[in-house]
C-alpha cells in the first residue's frame, strides 16, 4: 500500500486542528467530530493542549484514501514552538496550510510558507471560515500572491461567502492557472500559442507541478460545516506525491518525537525513508555509535497504530526498545543531514522550585522534557542549585510550569527572561604551560593560540604538533575539553565561533617501579589534560579579549498608516531600528531589527498602539554588539579556570574525593 506523509500548518487559530477533525470525519475514522473548544479532539491530547485549546506537539493520526495511508501530522501554529514543526517538516511527502478567510495571511504563515519553499515539499493552501462573517476570497488570494507566492493557482470559486451555507465550487479558472502553469510547462505554452490547451492538459500540469512544489493549488472551505472537505481530501490523493523508498534497501530513518509510555519507557515516532526494520532487530542511531534492540513497532493505519512485525520504507513508526535515542538520530544509515529549518531560541530563564518541590526530581523531570525537546537545552548550576531552560517565548515558559504542575505534581516559578548572548574574540591570543614548570601542577604540557573566526562557522581545532609525539587519547582530551570550556568564555557566555590550535604538547611516559607495576604519580593521565587545558584556554582568551553579542530579531510590523506617529516612537523606545518603511494603501509596513529580548514586549504593546489591527512578524536575524551600559554576565557554571587558586582548588578536591 503506498503511503503519505501529510503535514497540516497554518498560523495559530487559523483551524488547523478543527480541519484535522473533519478531514478524519470525511474519512471514516471517527464518528464524532472533536471541537478545539470542547478539549475532545483526537490531535491535541495533552491536557495543556485541551486547556488553551492550541496545539504544542505534533500529533499522528492516518486514513485510508483511495488505496493510500495518509498519515496526517498536526503541529503547533504558535511561533514558540517551531522546534516542534522543524522536526515534523523533514519527514512530510506534502503539506496543506491552512489559511483564514477572515484574518488572511498571517505572521506564521509566511514563515511557514518560505520554508515549505525552502525545502521543495510540496503543499496545497485551504482557505479556512468561508463560513465566517467579514470572510474573503480574491482579498486573500491577492495576499497570497503578494505577501505568500505568485505560484498559486485558484482551482474553484466560493459560492455564499460569510453564510452558514458558504460552499467551495471547484473548477480551475483557465486564464489565472495558464498564468502561473506555463512559467514552467513549456508544452503548456507551446499549446496556448496554437490555442489547443484541453482541461486534461491543464490538469496534468498542474498534477506535475504541484508534485514539484513549483505551484501551490488553493482551495476554500470550512472545517466548522465542512464546506470544501471533500475537495482537499481529493486534491491531497490527486496532487501531492505518494512516499518513496525502496523496502529491500539499507534501513534508513529518522526519530522526529519521543514520548514516555506508561512506565517511564521511551517510544520514538520514527520515518522510515529505506528499507524494512523488524521487530528483535538491532539497529545503529545517532551519532555516537549507539546500538540498541526494537522491542516491539506500531505502525500508523486506519486513524491509529498498530503492532506490526515491521515497518517498511515510506510509513511512519512508534518503536519501544531504544533506551537511548533522541530527537533527530538517524536510524541505520544517516540522510544527507540538513541545515536547521529555524533559528534556535534566543531566551533563557531559570526555573524556581516551590517551597514544597524537590530540586532532584525537578532535575530529573526537566530532564525528561529535554528529551521531548532537545532545545530547550538544560543548563545545571552545581554551586548555586539552578537550572536553566532556554525559550523561544513567554508562551513556552507557561506550558513548561503547567506540564511540570499537571505531569509530574512539581510547582515551579520562574525568573525574569533574559537574552541568550555569545561572546567573539577581539583578537589573537596564545598561552602554554610546561609539564614539571612553574606552578602547574599537572603532568602535561598544552599550548594554545585562539583565533576570531566568521560568524557561523563554528570551532575549528587543529594542532601544529606531531600526532605521534604523544597517546592520542591525550590530544583527543585536550580537544574535548577545549570544546567543553568554550561554552563559558571570559563573560560567561558561549564562544561559537574561533580556531584553536594546539601549538605545545608533552607528558610524562608511564612509570613503573620494581615489584609495584604503574606509578599514577609519576605517569600522565588523560585527567591531567582535561585539568590544565581549561586553564590554558582561559589565559589565551584573556590575551585575545573578547565581547559579548546580543540576539538581535528581524521584524516586520503592519499596522494602519494613521498610527505610523504613534508605532515609530515606541519602537525606538524598546530599542527598534527600523530600516525600511513603506506604505501599501492604508497600510503602513515598518521593517528593522530589535534586541530579542524586547520582542515580547513589542507584541504586547503593538495592539494597543494600533487599535489591535497591527500584526507582527519577527524572526532571529543575527548577534550584534551588545549596547552600550552594563555588559551582559552569565553566571559560571563550571570550576572557573578564570580563577586560578579558586580553580586548582576545586579540581584538586574533586580528584581526592
Known sequence: MHVLNLGILAHVDAGKTSLTERLLHSAGVIDEIGSVDAGNTRTDTLALERQRGITIKSAVVSFPLDGVTVNLIDTPGHPDFIAEVERVLGVLDGAVLVISAVEGVQAQTRVLMRTLRRLRIPALLFVNKIDRGGARDEGVLREIAARLTPAAVPTGTVAGLGTRAAR???????????????????????????????????????VAQTRQALVH???????????????????????????DGDEDGPVSGTVFKVERGPAGEKIAYARMYSGTLRTRDRVPFGTDGAEGRVTAISVFGHGTDTRADAVTAGRIARLRGLGEIRIGDALGEPRTAHEPFFAPPTLETVVVPGADT????????????????????????????????????????????????????????????????????????????????????????????????????????????????????????????????????????????????????????????????????MSSTGADFRGLTPLVLAEALRRAGTRVHEPLHRFRVEAPADTAGALLPALAGLGAVPEATHHRGDVCVVEGTVPAARVH?????????????????????????????????????????????????????????
Open 168 to 206: 467551495f465550487v471547484p473548477g480551475v479558472g483557465k486564464d489565472a492557472a495558464l498564468d502561473v502553469l506555463t512559467e514552467h510547462d513549456d508544452a503548456l505554452l507551446s499549446a496556448y500559442a496554437d490555442d489547443r490547451v484541453t482541461g486534461t492538459l491543464l490538469h496534468r500540469s498542474l
Open 601 to 657: 514586549a513589542l507584541g504586547q504593546r503593538l495592539p494597543g498602539l494600533t487599535r489591535g489591527e497591527g500584526e507582527l512578524e519577527s524572526s532571529f536575524a543575527r548577534y550584534a554588539p551588545a549596547g552600550r551600559g552594563r555588559v551582559p554576565e552569565r553566571p559560571r557554571t563550571d570550576h572557573n579556570p578564570l580563577n586560578r587558586k579558586e580553580y586548582l582548588l576545586n579540581v584538586m578536591r574533586r580528584a581526592g574525593g
Open 358 to 521: 524537590h530540586r532532584g526530581a525537578l532535575h530529573l523531570a526537566l530532564t525528561q522534557l529535554a528529551e521531548q525537546d532537545p532545545l530547550i537545552g538544560l543548563r545545571h548550576d552545581e554551586r548555586r542549585q539552578e537550572t536553566s531552560v532556554r525559550l523561544y517565548g513567554e508562551v513556552q515558559k507557561e506550558v513548561i510550569q503547567a506540564t511540570l504542575a499537571d505531569e509530574y505534581g512539581l510547582d515551579v516559578t520562574f525568573r525574569e527572561t533574559t537574552p541568550l548572548c555569545v561572546e567573539r574574540l577581539l583578537g589573537t591570543g596564545h598561552a602554554v604551560e610546561f609539564n614539571k614548570r612553574d606552578a602547574n601542577p599537572f603532568l602535561a604540557t598544552v599550548g594554545l593560540r585562539v583565533e576570531p573566526a566568521p560568524p557561523g562557522s563554528g570551532v575549528a581545532f587543529r594542532r601544529e604538533v606531531e600526532l605521534g609525539a604523544m597517546p592520542y587519547a591525550f590530544f583527543k582530551a585536550v580537544e574535548d575539553t577545549v570544546r567543553e570550556t568554550l561554552g563559558q568564555g571570559l563573560r560567561g557566555w558561549p564562544i561559537p565561533d574561533c580556531t584553536v590550535t594546539m601549538t605545545h604538547c608533552g607528558y610524562s611516559p608511564r612509570q613503573s617501579h620494581a615489584h609495584q607495576g604503574f606509578d599514577k604519580s
Open 217 to 243: 493549488p488553493v482551495l476554500f472551505g470550512s472545517a466548522a460545516t465542512g464546506a470544501g472537505v471533500a475537495d482537499l481530501l481529493s486534491a491531497v490523493g490527486e496532487l501531492l506525491p505518494a512516499a
